[in-house]
T-cell receptor
């Protein structure tokens, strides 16, 4: 069964460094999303992406964040200058139609 | 604003039924979802219901939706130890993003 994959599974970085989180959505899907879950808190929406552009972004998704679909298979989330409070589990999701989003296993990001 | 609330913990005995409850605030929600998260894993889509339906059954899972009270429940029949996980309720608003509850930890005792 096709699934969303994410790399790396864990990332440790120093505050102020740039990180790129990678996702490979399910191949025929058209809608892509990033969510994050800070430890002990709810899963929060960050951004949605369709037709090579951002459809919606949350208040969290400020200028430090960017997304890109550099080729036909990858979908990336870049954090330009990480802060301690960016430590979280980051989930990528994709959907073929708008109704059902399938999630990857997540990347656990720790900012020191 | 949009908000989804769930109770944090439920403990049942193996073989019993589990009922996990959820309330939401956005009356324009088009779809409501249940996701399952096992330790160290991602969010697995279990089932979802369109907002014009009252009930959906899928094998051991039954979803009930009370749109008037904005209440969603997930019933797991014959709960097994493998059902132990965190269960997230989510609503989909007009723009497509999902809004999640805080998750209910289901503990199944043998």
């Amino acid at each position: 069964e096709p699934e969303v994959t994410q790399t790396p599974s864990h990332q440790v970085t120093q505050m102020g460094q740039e990180v790129i989180l990678r996702c490979v959505p399910i191949s025929n899907h058209l809608y892509f999303y990033w969510y994050r879950q800070i430890l002990g808190q709810k899963v929060e929406f960050l951004v949605s992406f369709y037709n090579n552009e951002i459809s919606e972004k949350s208040e969290i998704f400020d200028d430090q964040f960017s997304v890109e679909r550099p080729d036909g298979s990858n979908f990336t989330l870049k954090i330009r200058s990480t802060k301690l409070e960016d430590s979280a589990m980051y989930f990528c999701a994709s959907s073929e139609v708008a109704e059902t989003q399938y999630f990857g296993p997540g990347t656990r990001l720790l900012v020191l | 604003g949009e908000d989804v609330e769930q109770s944090l913990f439920l403990s049942v005995r193996e073989g019993d039924s589990s009922v996990i409850n959820c309330t939401y605030t956005d009356s324009s929600s088009t779809y409501l979802y249940w996701y399952k998260q096992e330790p160290g894993a991602g969010l697995q889509l279990l089932t979802y219901i369109f907002s014009n339906m009252d009930m959906k059954q899928d094998q051991r899972l039954t979803v009930l939706l009370n749109k008037k009270d904005k209440h969603l429940s997930l019933r797991i029949a014959d709960t097994q130890t493998g059902d132990s996980a965190i269960y997230f309720c989510a609503e989909r608003g007009d723009t497509g993003k999902l809004i999640f509850g805080q998750g209910t930890t289901l503990q199944v005792k043998p």
